[in-house]
């Protein structure tokens, strides 16, 4: 039951909706064929009111109009703890299932960065553990008085932490440890790169007894045929991945992975393996978290293999290689324009705008003078938002700025701690920086008037004029002056001219011009020759634009123009000769 309130607040796709609840929640994954459901039902019934928590299960948030997986994730996003029955159940054949909906269950809590406290029945002792699992705690319970003894002594560790305060946080509660990979956008980090990368899974188990080294052969073949096909493709299987550098549990690679390809192609068979379900389910929760979609080709022989938490994807259903391959062949171009034409929130680019042959020389100047110009080209990759982006719907969002100290005004709290208020420009304006006291006697002396720091933090924007509550500071950024080193080298090649129609929707035309921008200036493209944007008035008329990138640089070359034509189409680019 909730109640209505005007605190909930949105971070990406999510709400932050347990802000209603009378009485906050506990997940509970598990399988509805398990002998022992009863005993996890009772257990938590019984131990979860203690610590003022009630259970929730997704089977009781049925919606005819809402996929159950996009409720599950809320679900999970919004509950305090989490727990999750990782035991394999047993048919009435004798035959053992994996908890397919459970580990599903189990990857969305991960990529979400809920606490989750994982349990397994002891009949499972004589199973092999999923290799994905090995060194990660689960708990054994023989039945619900031992259940409960766990709950009970488990539970309270995790109270005080607001749901909404961890899904972008830093530290990752399941790795116990601090991630890179969890405070940016995914899209980051596969944006650069020339080579568009997948994750693939056989669904097949080399421990299972059933498995043939000749089965996963004609299968892999078939995959590798296919993506072969492409240039610039390359893939990864799932089971191949080796543990992260400095990270514990294998699990933290897979998350790394999903989180670093764009598309994915998974094969579903009874002997899928567990890493599998719980990489769908991190794919499926970052989807919902920062609101773009991850494409997923699923292969299967019929579509009751599978599991319900999956039902409603297209898949592509063959019963045998040659069948599979064919419709693959069919299915995945499709699918390779949509992961390449994907995109991010973006971020503003470093363009003068020309609207008609005179041009403001002196702002210009300003400009090119301001040494923050120089940081922000620096630390391109880094920044997150500028102050101008920041509104109410960015509430609760981790960003990273880089701006010069404008003022410090000292504050007091009731118990006599200081913290301070502080100024921060930016090149598209200015917001106030929320030091609390514990940050603020740590770094106190990075925090001069006039000093160019970079600033990761927290938007806070309900209802009022937005701030950043600081979580991280440095000062430490190199400044390169305008006129020197960071000013590119004379021209020595053609000026590239791409032009651009506009749709007459200004948010998808500002993302396609980011990823043309994106594009331009990869690695994978650098050179010293010149670009710029025509943009065209859309069908309803509008003013012609130009965009000129003056300290940057690209490298023309027929696969920078085979990427611009599959993107804006044919006839979109004049390379013009160095005068």
């Not at 090995?134 to 560790?157: N, V, W």
């Not at 890493?275 to 989807?287: C, D, H, K, R």
């Amino acid at each position: 039951m909730s109640t209505e309130n005007n605190d909930v607040q949105s971070t990406g796709g999510l709400r932050s909706e347990y802000r209603t609840y009378e009485r906050q929640k506990c997940f509970v994954g598990h399988s509805h064929e398990a002998e022992w459901r009863d005993d996890i039902l009772s257990a938590c019934v019984e131990v979860l009111p203690k610590f003022g928590l009630e259970p929730w299960y997704a089977a009781d948030h049925f919606d005819p109009t809402e996929p159950l997986r996009d409720k599950v994730v809320k679900l999970i996003a919004n509950a305090r703890y989490g727990i999750y029955d990782l035991s394999s159940w047993r048919d009435k054949r004798g035959e053992w299932h994996p908890p397919r909906n459970v580990l599903i269950e189990l990857g969305m809590s991960i990529a979400l960065n809920r606490p989750a406290l994982l349990v397994r029945h002891t009949s499972n002792e004589t199973l092999p553990l999923p290799v994905c699992l090995h060194g990660i705690e689960l708990l054994d319970f023989a039945g619900e008085t031992t259940l409960k003894r766990t709950l009970e002594e488990r539970l309270p560790q995790w109270f005080d932490v607001p749901p909404d305060r961890d899904w972008l946080a830093r530290f990752c509660t399941f790795g116990n440890r601090g991630c890179s990979f969890r405070e940016e956008h995914p899209r980051a980090r596969q944006w650069g790169n020339k080579t568009l990368h997948c994750h693939a899974s056989d669904g097949l188990d080399q421990d299972h007894p059933c498995f043939q080294k000749i089965e996963r052969d004609e299968i892999r073949g078939a995959f590798g045929e296919i993506f072969s096909r492409y240039d610039n493709l390359a893939f990864d299987y799932l089971d191949e991945l080796p543990s992260a550098s400095g990270y514990q549990f294998l699990l933290c690679s897979f998350c790394q992975t999903v989180r670093s390809t764009p598309f994915a192609v998974y094969r579903i068979s009874p002997h899928t393996t567990a890493g599998v379900f719980i990489a769908i389910g991190m794919s499926i929760a970052l989807e919902t978290l920062f609101e773009y979609d991850i494409p997923k080709v699923l292969l299967v022989r019929q579509e009751q293999d599978l599991p319900s938490l999956l039902r409603g994807y297209e898949v592509i259903e063959a019963s045998g290689i040659s069948e599979a391959k064919r419709k693959l062949r069919g299915f995945i171009p499709s699918v390779i324009q949509k992961a390449r034409k994907a995109t991010w929130k973006p971020r503003p680019l470093p363009f003068v705008e020309v609207m008609t042959p005179t041009v403001d020389v002196a702002a210009l100047s300003d400009i090119a003078e301001n040494p923050l110009q120089s940081i922000v080209a620096d630390l391109q990759d880094v920044i997150a938002a500028f102050s101008s982006d920041l509104n109410e719907s960015m509430t609760g969002q981790m960003v990273t700025m880089a701006g010069v100290i404008s003022y410090i005004r000292p504050h007091t709290t009731r118990k006599g701690a200081s913290m301070a208020f502080v100024g921060f420009e930016d090149l598209q304006g200015s917001v106030e920086i929320v030091v609390f006291p514990r940050l603020w006697k740590e770094t106190q002396k990075k925090w001069q008037t006039n000093n160019i720091v970079v600033v990761r933090g927290i938007v806070d924007a309900k209802g009022r004029k937005p701030k950043i509550i600081c979580e991280a500071v440095t000062d430490q950024v190199r400044v390169v002056e305008a006129d020197q080193s960071h000013k590119p080298p004379p021209p020595s090649g053609p000026l590239l001219a791409i032009s651009i129609r506009r749709s007459g929707n200004h948010a998808t035309d500002v993302e396609r011009l980011n990823l043309i921008y994106e594009l331009l200036t990869a690695s994978d493209f650098m050179g010293n020759d010149r670009f710029q944007f025509h943009l065209l008035g859309d069908t309803r008329g509008g003013d012609n634009l130009e965009l000129v990138f003056p300290n940057n640089r690209t490298r023309v070359c027929p696969e920078l123009l085979q990427e611009l034509v599959s993107i804006l189409g044919p006839d979109c680019y004049t390379v013009i000769p160095n005068q």
